[in-house]
Each structure stands twice: as structure tokens, then as C-alpha cells.
């Protein structure tokens, strides 16, 4: 079945900075893969999501890359503000319709 | 439009109780799905569905029993509770395209503890 793996469980950037979160799956069939941001206390909610027809997707300041051949997938968030200050889990949905998590990122903005 | 509906919001159980975490959307989606959260391990999905009186197993599903006869409901029943099982659950649902899960739309969460 898939597996996701994810890194680094913690990061702590600069406020302005830009923060860099990766993932890796195993399944090759995998075909959508979101992003999910966690703020203490809330339920998740979808930030941005890539198919895998496409390399990149862009939505003013978060852009996730694909790299299909190598089975990754990256979230890059820009010009980092307090407010990014969460937990956030990648995902990956296989053909089964699975969607399956990886171990979450807990992103510091530092003042 | 109430999205998706999660209760009770907490539960406290004794060992060996069971009980069952109701969960409704109506939003017609296909998909439904039960995850666990414990810190440190992600979202594990436990049972999932792609349609009435459709159930499969995820990566976590010992201890949980699952059925959906309606669309929007998709209750998971805890069989008889094991302090391992304290943990937050959340409810999911998804609409499907072409067999690709979309966007998945979570309930509030129910944080239970098995004592």
C-alpha cells in the first residue's frame, strides 16, 4: 500500500523567510496529492493540491512541486508571516482512493 | 450546509466500554473516511468508504467497525475500548471524479480518552 514520508517534522524560520517542507510516496499510481494545514486546536483544511499531470501549482505565496519520477512532491511557502505558524500534512491518493497522510510538520515563524 | 458533523466533540470511556462516533455530511460525497491523530503520527486512516454499502480497511482498523448504509453517514464503532485507542478521530469526506478523490473536508474532531 502507499506510504508518505515526510520531513522535517519541525522547522523554525524567520518571519520573511521562505520554508520548505518535503514529501516522498511509494506508490507510482498515486494521482493527487494535497496539502492540509492544522492550526492548535482546528481541524485540517486543504491549502493547495497538485495532480499528477502537472509539475508545479502556484497560489500567491505556498507552491508545491512534483517530481513524479522520483516520487516527490514539495511545499514552498514564501515570505513567511506569523499567521503561518501551523501543522502541515501532505497526502497522497491512490487509484484504491486512499488517502493517506504523511507524519505532519510543525512550522515555527519566529519573530 | 453544515459540511461535515462530528459527535460527540469529547468522550471519556472505561475499558472495555464500547460506543460509537457519529458522522454526517451533506454534501453528497462518495468518500468518507475515519482517521486517528496521535502526536507524533500523523492522520491514520482507520476505514474508509467510497459509497453506501461500500467499507474497506485503511492502515489502522483493528478495533474499529465501520458501515454506511446512507450516504451521509458513516459512524465508527469502537468494539471494546483499550486505553491504546485514546486518541483525536476525525471524520472526512471527499468528493470523487473519475475514481480521484478531491478535496477532503474534515469534522471538528472528537477527543477521546480510554481509561
Known amino acids: 500500500g502507499e506510504n508518505v514520508e515526510q520531513h522535517p517534522s519541525t522547522l523554525s524560520v524567520q518571519e520573511g523567510d521562505s520554508a520548505v517542507i518535503k514529501c516522498t510516496y511509494s506508490?507510482?499510481?498515486?494521482?493527487?496529492f494535497p496539502w492540509y494545514k492544522q492550526e492548535l486546536g482546528k481541524r485540517p483544511q486543504l491549502i493547495i493540491d497538485?495532480?499528477?499531470?502537472?509539475g508545479e501549482k502556484k497560489d500567491q505565496r505556498i507552491a508545491v512541486t512534483l517530481n513524479k519520477t522520483a516520487k516527490h512532491f514539495s511545499l514552498h511557502i514564501t515570505e513567511t508571516q506569523p499567521e503561518d505558524s501551523a501543522v502541515y500534512f501532505c497526502?497522497?491518493?491512490?487509484?484504491?482512493?486512499?488517502?493517506?497522510f504523511g507524519k505532519g510538520t510543525r512550522l515555527h515563524i519566529l519573530p | 450546509n453544515a459540511g461535515v458533523t462530528q459527535t460527540p466533540k469529547f468522550q471519556v470511556l472505561k475499558t472495555g466500554q464500547s460506543m460509537t462516533l457519529q458522522c454526517a455530511q451533506d454534501?453528497?460525497?462518495?468518500?468518507m473516511s475515519w482517521y486517528r491523530q496521535d502526536p507524533g503520527m500523523g492522520l491514520r486512516l482507520i476505514h474508509y468508504?467510497?459509497?453506501?454499502?461500500?467499507?474497506d480497511q485503511g492502515e489502522v482498523p483493528n478495533g474499529y467497525n465501520v458501515s454506511r448504509s446512507t450516504t451521509e453517514d458513516f459512524p465508527l464503532r469502537l468494539l471494546s475500548a483499550a486505553p491504546s485507542q485514546t486518541s483525536v478521530y476525525f471524520c472526512?469526506?471527499?468528493?470523487?471524479?473519475?475514481?480521484?478523490?478531491?478535496?477532503?473536508?474534515f469534522g471538528q474532531g472528537t477527543r477521546l480518552t480510554v481509561v
Open positions: 497526502a497522497a491518493v491512490n487509484r484504491d482512493d486512499k488517502i493517506i
Open positions: 506508490d507510482s499510481a498515486s494521482n493527487y
Open positions: 472526512a469526506s471527499a468528493l470523487l471524479g473519475q475514481g480521484i478523490a478531491t478535496e477532503a473536508f
Open positions: 454534501m453528497n460525497h462518495e468518500y
Open positions: 497538485i495532480r499528477s499531470n502537472v
Open positions: 468508504s467510497v459509497g453506501a454499502g461500500i467499507t
